[in-house]
């Protein structure tokens, strides 16, 4: 079993950055691919960005250069830094550990709140 820990969120002006952290424990995750994805309220929960085990990145379009996903093995930890943020990207953001869909991943943590006031 794995378990994601996410920590990092908080409230945030417009325009303003934010690290979000994924730890895992129970298991390494260094050979699994890693995912932040979010629901804001009321709304479906969508994907942000995926990384491999290998370092690829896959990232949704609204991102645009804005996201960056990053992961540090020896810490099983990995990061979503999220810079010239806007109201919309409030959110509850969610890790998720093994891909199996697009959607659907075999570890999910609990999620961190980003509130980004206007």
């Known amino acids: 079993q794995v378990q994601l820990v996410e920590s990092g969120g908080g409230l945030v002006q417009a325009g303003g950055s934010l690290r979000l952290s994924c730890t895992a424990s129970?298991?390494?995750?260094?050979?699994?691919?890693m995912a932040w994805f979010r629901q804001a309220p009321e709304k479906e929960r969508e994907f942000v960005v995926r990384i491999s085990a290998s370092g690829d990145r896959y990232y949704a379009a609204f991102v645009k250069g804005r996201f960056t996903i990053s992961r540090e093995n020896a810490k099983n930890t990995v990061y979503l830094q999220m810079n010239s943020l806007k109201p919309e990207d409030t959110s509850v953001y969610f890790c998720a550990a093994g891909f199996r869909t697009d959607t659907e991943y075999d570890y999910w943590g609990q999620g961190t709140q980003v509130t980004v006031s206007s």
């Open positions: 129970g298991r390494t995750v260094n050979r699994f691919d």
